[in-house]
């Protein structure tokens, strides 16, 4: 669980990262930026900050910020139905970011450089010292469908009164 | 038709303008920059310059880049078999916009704002005085599909030696 004051600073904090990337967000962006700490209280270590920009039935764009050394931890998109799972693609803007991907192992991305994780495989990915700034370019996100490794997560941030 | 020279010098502008927006790009993916003139060969009035990201059978990414009063010229994205036409959503990060939507007018895009074009609708648009960066998040490109109003548009740039 985040209180609401945790969830503020680190969306103050995302924003921050993002203008010094150069990226421009709407005021009404700004103010709806996504904390997830994955149901474990521990954002500085275990979380993600995130804007969606668009997310429709066949596409979806986002700007991930990730803290210095913050981890999103380990899952994948499994199949919906006749669709495949959830196809992405990470592209760092800004730091560096460790992702590392079943079968393929530690894959180091800094500022340009891009991977594309398959549907229903395995991933996680930390920021490196700097914190980091990554592009998403993906199908569909169903975030609620996501199958983590770790028994104890759970997608939706609680957030206190 | 274009000559290589005229080619690379617009790469270089596009450059440019990709790292005044703060946009990285790899050295492979700064010399694939594609200069498009629609074979009309009036590339300052009538064209775009593309980096193109990624392009599977789900996803496409792209970076459009325009010099100042610069147009794509009208165009749609017609359905594919079963598959409905490609869907975009442009999101301008540097610059001005005028998109002109079927249906929809005009629509004055400004950094930080975005338009989701449907399939299957014709627009246009062009590039403010200070030309413009805009990131591009669709369903899969097939450039050779579009169909432009203009009958004497060709969409691949013809370049002498």
Same mark, same amino acid.
């Given at each position: 669980? =985040? ?21 421009? =967000? ?13 149901? !474990?209280?521990? !954002? ?19 700007? !991930? ?43 180091? =991305? ?11 495989? =395995? ?39």
């Amino acid at each position: 669980m =985040l209180s609401q004051a945790e969830v503020e600073a680190a969306r103050e904090r995302a924003a921050a990262l993002l203008a010094e990337a150069g990226i421009v =967000l709407t005021p009404a962006e700004r103010d709806a930026i996504e904390v997830a700490d994955f149901g !474990l209280g521990r !954002l500085e270590e275990i979380g993600l900050q995130i804007v969606v920009y668009v997310n429709t039935d066949r596409v979806c764009a986002k700007e !991930l910020v990730m803290f210095p050394g913050q981890t999103c931890p380990e899952h994948r998109h499994p199949a919906v139905g006749d669709e495949p799972g959830k196809e992405e693609t990470f592209r760092v803007r800004r730091g560096v970011v460790h992702l590392h991907v079943e079968g393929q192992g530690e894959i180091v =991305l800094r500022p340009g450089e891009q991977f594309t994780v398959p549907p229903d495989t =395995l991933h996680w990915f930390q920021a490196g010292d700097e914190g980091a700034v990554v592009s998403e370019f993906s199908t569909k996100s169903r975030d609620e469908l996501d199958v983590f490794t770790d028994p104890q997560i759970a997608r939706a941030t609680i957030v206190s009164e």
